[in-house]
């Protein structure tokens, strides 16, 4: 193992371990970014372990998938890995960056900023898809990156299916996604941060950044999985929008098997909604990182 990573902690859990990591990021600017990554049990040089992304929404960090999310017992028991990346730059120094719970700190949107006030530091695209790995690989941690899929919630479950969809060389095996912003260009947030982060704002994130604009013109065979509460605030105010993203999905001619999207009766925007379904996540994409 070199020194490019720090460990700040580590935590034995279902007989496999939690350990939070810190390195000086590059895509972010060069400040310190940390991360949670997931070992189950078995897990070494000889047997490289799948790994499964879990992107974060609004306001979390690396902590709120890892400590609320329910994923780490059937993770351990299907032998996958998770990795829980955060959900901006912090410290960026950028003018303006905390003044706002759904913009700048906490709220990176998962895409690379062109928008030169943003685009030194806000780069969570590159940092999610390109830099994790690499860092994770010259570390030599027990992962093999051959076999990776997406999930998220809410900011993280619209990273989740970007990430993705847009992915030309097939990143992920599979992707899901827990009350996504599944339309963000047809939304409050997903306008705020595009006008913000991006020079060419919503037109801008179009062709990149808007799950229901990908699915529309996606070709390719896919494996997605959604889950959103009917009782939740933010869908009822039009921020979530998935029955855009599944009737995109059927007008491309993607069946039940390929994009299921579930409606869950009662059920909030919270983590007692993402941990009542997060076995069912985990094992939808053990069936592709397993295959
Ligand atoms: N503005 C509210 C809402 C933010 C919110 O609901 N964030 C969701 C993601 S969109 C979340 O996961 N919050 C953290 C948690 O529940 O652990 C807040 O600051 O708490």
Known sequence: MTDI????????AFEGELIKYKF?????????????????????????????????????TEDN???????LGPAASQGIAILFPDTSPRGAGVEGEDADWDFGTGAGFYLNATNPKYSAHYNMYSHVTLELPQVIETAGLPIDLKRQSIFGHSMGGHGA????????????????????????????WGEKAFSGYLQGGVEEAKEKYDATELISTSKEPV?????????DNFYKQGQLLPENFLKAARDSGYDE?????????????????????????IHFHANFLKA
């Open 257 to 281: 098997f390929q994009v299921r999207v579930r409606s869950q009766e009662g059920y909030d925007h919270s983590y007692f909604f993402i941990s009542s379904f997060a076995t069912d996540h």
């Open 65 to 71: 998938g890892a400590q609320k999310g329910a994923f």
């Open 5 to 12: 990573l720090e460990k700040v902690s580590s935590n034995r």
């Open 223 to 231: 494996h997605i999985l959604i889950d959103y509460g009917t009782a």
């Open 24 to 60: 000086k990021s590059a895509t972010l600017g060069g400040v310190n970014a940390n991360f949670n990554l997931f070992l189950p049990p078995g897990a070494s040089a000889t047997n490289k372990v799948p790994l499964l992304t879990y992107l974060a929404g609004l306001t979390c």
């Open 161 to 188: 299916l970007t990430l993705y969809l847009s992915s030309s060389t097939k990143q992920y095996r599979s992707a899901s996604a827990f009350s996504p912003i599944s339309n963000p260009t047809k939304c409050p």
